[in-house]
Every structure is written in C-alpha cells, then in structure tokens.
C-alpha cells in the first residue's frame, strides 16, 4: 500500500559486510535493536518465493563497521533526567516556547506484543478501560476532570497502543494551578490505580468493536490488514495485532485486563515526560510526591523478549484483493534492519538509508518525467516503521500495465545498485540532509512542548537522540559530511542482497493482476538498466533576475497583541500585509487571496479544481522542467502551493527566513509562467480517475456525494466529482487555459506575510515579485448555492457485502447575519454536542467507536451557518444511533447544557484559543481584509468574546442551528 509515513528525523551511514553477513552473522549486530536472522522462512499460502539473490553477490563489498558507542549524554541545560528508587524513569524539560503551558505524557514500555493472547486485543482493551475511571477519579468523574482541563475526550485523542508501547497524552495551562495538579494526578491514577470494574468492561466491548469494525472492517481496512499480516510474517509481531480479533474483545473480562494491568503497568517499565512553562525544580516535586511511593504489583519485572526478526533475501510475491478496491495497484517493499539509534553507528546508518532514499526517489522521479519509468504517478521511496523491529522502504506504483511498471522500477533498483549512484544524485542528497538539519536548527527556538515530549517518548523506548539541538545538528551534520557516495551505494547494494522485495498487486479483481509467481519472476529476472541513471539536466542558477521595485501607494500599521501588523498597498491592487512573528522561529508562512474561485469558471469546473492545482505543482515553472525545478530546490527550503475555491483562488506556502526571496519568486512565477508538462497532466488524471473510481465503491464517499446533491438540489454547479468523459476531452493546454483565468493573472490580492523575518526586506520582496506583476481584470465571487431544502431529506446508503461500517451524517444549512460573537457561541455548541455524542452514543449505547459535530460560521458565497454531524458506528443499530442523537439535540434545545457541561465546553475551548500560530494569523489577516465590514474572530478578541458566552446561548444554537423540522440526513447500513 502507499505509505505515508514520514521519514525518520535523524539519519544515516553507511557499511557493508563480509561474506558471512548475508547468511546472518555481521559486524553490525551491535547496532541492531533486535535478534536477527536472514533466512528464507517457510512462505504463506499465498506467497510465491524462488531461490538466488535479486543481485550478482560479487556486488557486495567489504568494509569496516561503524562506531557502535553510544551517542553523547544530553547536554540541553534545560533538560533533567532521572530515575526514582522505584525505577520510574522521568524526563523533565522546561520550555516557555510558546509558553503558558504543560504537556505530560505517562510512557509505558509494553504493548499487544506483551500479551499472553496473541490476538486478544488486551492491551489495547485496557487503553480504552483507563478513561472509564481509576480509584480517585471513578466512572465519569475522569472524563468531567479530563475536560475540566481543557480536553476533549474522543477516539485516539489522548492515548495510543502500538505492537510495543502505549501512551498516554495530557495537557494543561500553567495559569490555572490546579488544572496542572489534576493533570498530574491523573496521570499518577493511570499508572497505578485503574478501577477495570467489570460492568465498564462490558459496556466498552460495543466502544472498541466499533472501532475494530471501522478500522479492519472497511475496504481499505481489510487490504490494511493483508498487508500488515504480510510485513509481520514470520516474525515474533505475527498475530499480535494491536486492535485484536472479533472473538475475543467480543468475549473480554476484566481478569486479564487486570492481568496484564499489574505485569505490565509498574514503575521500572515506565516513564513519565514533563515538558512546559514550569521550573524543574517544580516539575520534579509534582512527579516524586505521586509517583515515588508507588510499588510493583507483582514479582520482578517482566523481561521483554528480544524481537526474532527474520529477512528473507528471496523475492517474495503476492496479490491481494477484495471487491471494492478502487485502484489496481503494486506495493514493492524491502526490509531493513532496525538499527539501534542510540549509538554512533546506529545513528549514521539512519543517516545513510535516509540518504539512500533519497536518491532512490530522485531517480524515480526523473524516469517518470523522462518516461522511462512506464507508471501513471510518479512513485515515492520511503521509509515506513509497522513497529519498533520491523522497518521497510517502499513505494506504490500504479499504471496501465503493471508488470511493465514492475519491471521498470526494478531495473531502476538494479541499475543504481550495478552502477551506483552518481555524483549529482549523491550531491543533491546531501544538500536535502543538510537544509533538514539547518531547519532544525533554526526552529529550535520555537519547539513546542508536544513536539519535545514527542522526542523524550522515542528516547525511552527507543534511545532517539535527545541532545540539544545545536550539538545534535553539529553532529549529524559532520556525520552527512563525512559520508561517501561509495558508501550510500554499497549499502543499497547489501540490502538488495539481504532482503528481498516484498511484491503485493491490489485490486478488485485477480484476473486483472499478476500471479504472485508472476511478481516474483519480474523480480529476479529484469535486468538491471545499463546505466540506472537519468542524464542530468543543466542546473538553475537562479529562478529569475529581481524585477526594479514598484511604488508603495499606501503603507499603514497597526497593533495587535501578538505585535505590529505593517500594510502596504502597490499601484496593481495586491495589498501586502506583514506580522513579524517568532511564534516559529526560522519560518515564514505565506497565503494569498482573491475573490471569484471557481464560481467564475465554466459549469463543473468545480469538480477539476484538484486535477488544476494537481498538473501546475507537478510540473516546472517558466522555461524550468521540473527535474531541473527539484534539483535547484533540493538545498532550499520554500514551497508555494496554488489552490482554486468556491468563493476565491490564491496562494499558501512557506520558506525559511534565509530562503524567504525564493518563495517570492516561486509565486511570481506561478502567476506569470505556470506551465502544465505531461507527464504531470497524466498523475493528475490519474489521481482525478481514482476519485470517480472511489466515488461508487467507497459507502462514506458515496454518502457525501448524496450529501452534497441534495444539498445543491443536484445543481451541475457543485458536482463534486469529475466525468471520465471530461477527462477525456482536456488536454494539458485546456487545464493551464482554466489555471490562467483565476490564478495567471493579478486580481486585486490580499497577501498575507507572518514569520521570523525583517519588514524592510518583506517590503522590498514583495514590491518587486508582487508590485511588477501587471494588473489584471477583477471579478468576485457568484452565489450559486441553491437554498436549504425544506424538510427533512433522507437517502440510504446500502453497504457492499463483507462491509461492515455504517454511519449517520447529517447537515442543516441556515442563513443569518455573522458575527465575531456568534462563532464563538457555534465553537462552544459545537464542542458540547460532540461532547454529547461521545457520552452517550460511544459510552452508554456503545453502538460508535467515536461521532463528531460540526458548528461553523460561513461569510461568502452568503452569510449562514452550518451545522455537520458524523456518527460511525455498528450498521445493525444506525436507527438506534439516529434516534439518540435526535433526542440529545432535542434535549439541548429544549433544556441547553447542564452546568458542568457548559463549564467543561468552555474550558475546552479556552484551551484551543490559547493556542496560536503563523498559520492562524494568516487566515486572521485575510478575513479582516476580505470582509472589512464585518466583525471577525481574531486572536485578540477571541478569549473575551468567550467569557460572555451564557448557557441560554447554547440552547438557542440548538433551535437556531439544527432545526427539528428542516435537515438533510444520510443513513449507511445494510438493508
């Protein structure tokens, strides 16, 4: 399957071995995190394996191993580690940055792989159990604590479960005393006094069926599923998938709960994280007074047994398939080896197959562009964790014939390993490394604590560097320095030698892929490319030459609390707005606006705005290919992104401060000479091809199409999703003809500027690369909504067989006048009702896994509100879920919130508000510019608009915004 995790932070070096590595024995050991074998292991049912290596074994070379001592102790001052005599492990750090407040997190070392059960689902089980009430905080009383926090509780918000660890996840603001007390405490109660009372066992079974059911039980879950029980195979992960099997969380009881509470569950196999705006001194009072007395419940700590990860050098394939599938597609995977980040070695090995990953997705990319590489999309190399011992690269490609494709990418494999990587390709490699770490460093200024907690988890699970930031970027950085092309190449060359590719051909229908025998013969018998490598293009030596600068018309300032705001008008209409912001040091954020959006464009154009924006970022810029576009940006950190609305078009992206005159050019460029190249004309149809291949298989997809049509009265204007016969008609020429009339010409834009950067320079900037583009002609938005049907309007979605997620939906669309103060009341209704659905539709039916609200306020195309409403859960019981959520509006229009919820909403609330970014003040910018007669929710009036907030408000948004007798609902479920 595609994968789309991102790579690992810190990165690579590179080895090879001696001949008695590829049978298992090698120098490296000491930087693997696991025992480890290479051997051919007895294959599934469904796999095909051969015998001989994917490469001639006269490739692999022999070289010394790497450093294995381990990295550097911390050196950040505002960083404290420690153990308690109870063995409890506790990372402290201070950090004012933003500031005002704590992130805890309690990390226990023990996940499904722990479980007596392999398929038993228990730990996972007890992660849910842990809200449902521990010894000072029973029954619902946590949530009510949780809540009082500023925390919403839902699905997967504040706690996860993997193969090998869970954690839990908690935040407080500093300002409020006990808040931060309450945050501890509950965390201390998690730790060691979980009630697990059998009733709230029972109850929870529907909770974490539900989540099983939408999770393993859709289309996508079910390939999911192949999927990670192919990459566990033969390894001690297989089995023990996190989530369980129907059997038995259908059958659990509070004993092994209870079982695997007091095994696992103990101060010497966990660790607590503070990270926020408190002393040390304080943070380490708050965890030694709840956690230092705590006592093991049972005999000596459990030993975690060493991973048995065994690599298979041989090819292996497979086809997975299920009826619904909507792209046929090949997954090709390679095992790698989990190396120990905690030392020297392990930390330069990441660096290099970061590296190598790199130049395997460069490569790739330039095949599709020359088209030599026969896919339909251009693939993406990257690397992929299932859990901490099984670690993969991969790519998916997709085309119109697959084993052509297969073939290509392999002899492209092949290639690189015969040949080795070239000089530009290592070079261009490098330079990403490189700019990544720098962009470390300059943000290191503004980590945030969630980020930091983040680091000090991975560290005690899996030894991740947590040095300060500056010694970690010295370090690596002299590290990718130190590393050689050589090296990068004889590593890729001893992984295809000792792991062979992983082949997986989804789709609907078997006949349509090839046989797994098929795969594997692709595998060992394409040969490689002569020379693996694409002629390099002639390097950009700047993207153009600065324009003179235009006049300023008009410069103007004003304050806000978060700092000055600067605006200058120039004579072709743009209006340029300026907030100096170090909220993330390092970083700029840009966004650009102009009314009209696709509402000026032809009927159903709407429907081709993503295949638009798709086919101009993938192509070049100007007299640029985008190959050559790639390699001038690989050492630069600045991206613009052109995006096609309703109501209007315009730009968002982002550089670092010392790139901030690329991100200029880039959007000039974009604006004066987008271009549309084929091969990125081919991808985006592609992608547009998948979306109406996905509009008539996937149930929650086909229920927003019927969303959306009965809410436009089936008006042509707002079909979501395109034809096949209007893909058929466009040609590159047609899709940058519709780019040009909204976004290739000047329309009186409003630009918003926030970041860490000079004014002086902003100005210049933007008088040259904005100010020198001519005017062009203005136009505004048309209303072409269709009003609210009247009544209620009701449409069933029958679920496919084998499918088994059904669902409600539900959305009221409703004119009014808007105001500052009228979306703050809709956030805190929103905030309740979600509340609401939670309680008593997960909670006390235990019919969802989780349901959310919508409540938003809308300026253009018309002034309204609208009200959106989402429930999954069991499709024999979506009457029943239907039914409460109407009685719970109803309720609320009738009575409003009690009490508690009310103050629990705005706490909530409170919390989110306190939270800003670069982002946020962009959007803040456009809106005041963009409806300048209107009242808008800003970041300065936004926490006092929220202290007039009265409960009687949330009672009259009820009756306002969910009228009992008008609503559009979609029911999913099985007839």
Not at 196 to 215: K, Y
Not at 786 to 793: D, Q, R
């Given at each position: 399957m595609k994968h789309e995790t991102p790579l690992a932070g810190a990165i690579l070096v590179a080895f090879a071995l001696t001949a008695a590595a590829c049978s298992g024995s090698s120098p490296l050991d000491a930087y693997r995190t696991t025992s480890t074998t290479t051997s051919a292991p007895a294959a599934p049912a469904t796999t095909s394996t051969t015998t001989g290596p994917l490469q001639d074994p006269t490739l692999i070379p022999v070289v010394d191993a790497p450093d294995p001592d381990p990295t550097p102790l911390p050196t950040d001052p505002d960083l404290r580690l420690g153990q308690l005599d109870n063995g409890l492990t506790y990372y402290l750090r201070s950090n004012r940055t933003p500031g005002g407040s704590v992130s805890l997190r309690l990390v226990v070392n023990a996940g499904s792989a722990q479980q007596e059960q392999p398929d038993g689902g228990t730990a996972h089980f007890l992660e849910h159990m842990m809200f449902n009430g521990t010894q000072e905080f029973p029954g619902n009383e946590l949530t009510a604590a949780l809540a009082k926090l500023g925390i919403q509780f839902g699905a997967d918000t504040n706690a996860y479960t993997s193969y090998d660890e869970t954690v839990y996840m908690l935040a407080a603001e500093t300002s409020n005393t006990e808040a931060v007390a309450t945050a501890f405490d509950v965390l201390a109660q998690w730790a060691s006094?979980?009630?697990?009372?059998?009733?709230?066992?029972?109850?929870?079974?529907?909770?974490?069926?539900?989540?099983?059911?939408?999770?393993r039980e859709s289309t996508d879950g079910m390939i999911q599923t192949e999927f990670e029980n192919m990459y566990t195979a033969n390894s001690s992960y297989d089995g023990y998938a996190t989530i369980g099997s129907p059997g038995p969380v259908e059958s659990m009881t509070a004993p092994p709960l209870r079982a695997f509470y007091d095994r696992w569950y103990r101060p010497d196999n966990m660790a607590v994280v503070v990270v926020g705006d408190m002393s040390l001194d304080a943070m380490e009072k708050a965890v030694t007074e709840r956690f230092a007395s705590m006592k093991p419940r049972g005999a000596d700590a459990p030993a975690h047994n060493d991973y048995e990860i065994r690599i298979n050098p041989e090819p292996q394939g497979r086809v997975v398939t299920n009826p619904d599938n909507v792209v046929d597609n090949i997954s090709v995977d390679i095992q790698m080896q989990p190396w120990d980040l905690s030392t020297v070695g392990g930390e330069r090995l990441s660096l290099i197959e970061q590296m190598m990953a790199s130049m395997l997705d460069t490569r790739l990319a330039s095949g599709f562009q020359s088209g030599d590489l026969h896919t339909s999309t251009s693939p993406s190399m990257g690397p992929f964790a299932v859990n901490r011992g099984l670690q993969y690269i991969g790519t998916n490609i997709q085309g119109d014939d697959p084993e052509l494709a297969l073939g290509d990418l392999i002899a492209i494999w092949k290639g690189a390993a015969l040949s080795g990587f070239t000089a530009d390709e290592f070079s261009r490699a490098v330079d990403e490394t490189l700019t990544a770490?720098?962009?470390?460093?300059?943000?290191?200024?503004?980590?945030?604590d969630f980020r930091l907690a983040s680091s000090y988890v991975s560290h005690f699970l899996e030894g991740a560097d947590i040095d300060s930031v500056e010694s970690m970027v010295s370090r690596e950085t002299d590290m990718v320095r130190s590393i050689t092309r050589e090296e990068v190449t004889n590593h890729w060359r001893w992984v295809l030698q000792t792991s062979g590719p992983i082949i997986a051909a989804v789709g609907a229908d078997p006949s349509t892929l090839p046989t797994a025998?098929?795969?594997?013969e692709i595998a060992r018998d394409t040969p490689p490319s002569s020379d693996g490598a694409i002629t390099p293009e002639a390097p950009i030596e700047a993207l153009m030459t600065p324009p003179e600068p235009s006049e300023v018309t008009n410069t103007s300032s004003s304050r806000t609390a978060d700092g000055t705001i600067v605006e200058w008008d120039l004579p072709n209409g743009a209006r340029v707005v300026f907030q100096q912001s170090a909220i993330e040091s390092g970083t700029v954020r840009l966004t650009t606006s102009s009314d009209g959006g696709w509402s000026q464009m032809p009927t159903g154009s709407g429907a081709l705005t993503n295949l638009i924006t798709d086919s101009i970022g993938g192509s070049g810029l100007g007299e640029f290919t985008k190959t050559q576009l790639d390699d001038y940006l690989s050492n630069i950190t600045a991206t613009v992104s052109p995006y096609i609305g309703t109501t209007s078009e315009g730009f968002v992206g982002s550089s670092s401060t010392d790139d901030l005159e690329v991100m200029f050019q880039i959007l000039n460029l974009l604006i004066t000479a987008a271009r549309v190249d084929d091969p990125a004309f081919r991808q985006a149809r592609t992608f547009a091809s998948n979306t109406i291949a996905a509009s008539t298989l996937d149930p929650q997809f086909r229920a927003a199409i019927a969303m959306n049509d009965a809410r436009t009265s089936g008006s042509p204007d707002w079909v979501l999703v395109p034809t096949e016969e209007q893909l058929a008609g466009l040609d590159p020429g047609d899709v940058l003809d519709l780019y040009n009339s909204r976004l290739g010409k000047l329309d009186e834009p409003i630009v918003a500027i926030v970041g860490d950067a000079d004014p002086a320079l902003v100005e210049d900037l933007a008088r040259r690369y904005i100010g020198s583009i001519p005017a062009g002609p203005h136009d505004t938005w048309i209303d072409l909504m269709?009003?609210?049907?009247?009544?209620?309007?009701s449409r069933v979605i029958d679920l496919p067989n084998g499918v088994n997620t059904g669902g409600v939906d539900m959305l009221t669309s409703t004119?009014?006048?808007v105001t500052a103060r009228l979306d703050v009341v809709a956030t805190v209704f929103e905030t309740i009702l979600s509340a609401r659905i939670i309680d008593t539709i997960r909670e006390k039916l235990g019919a969802s896994y989780g349901g959310s609200a919508t409540?938003?306020?809308?300026y253009a195309p018309a002034q309204r509100i609208d009200a959106s409403i989402n429930i999954d859960g069991d499709p024999t019981r979506v009457e029943e879920i239907r039914r409460v959520l109407l009685e719970q509006i109803a309720d609320l229009a009738a009575n409003g919130p009690t009490a508690d919820e009310f103050d629990q909403a705005v706490s909530v609330v409170e919390s989110d508000y306190h939270f800003v970014n670069n982002g946020l003040f962009a959007d803040i910018i456009i809106n005041t510019r963009r409806f300048p007669n209107e009242t808008i929710l800003t970041a300065d009036n936004r926490l006092g608009l929220l202290g007039r907030v009265a409960p009687g408000d949330i009672s009259g948004m009820a009756r306002f915004a969910l009228p009992p007798t008008q609503r559009i609902e979609i029911v999913r479920t099985v007839r």
């Open positions: 006094a979980a009630t697990l009372e059998p009733a709230d066992v029972a109850a929870e079974i529907g909770v974490v069926r539900d989540e099983m059911r939408q999770g770490l720098d962009d470390t460093l300059q943000a290191a200024q503004s980590r945030q025998e098929r795969l594997v269709p009003p609210m049907p009247a009544g209620i309007t004119p009014v006048d409540v938003s306020v809308v």
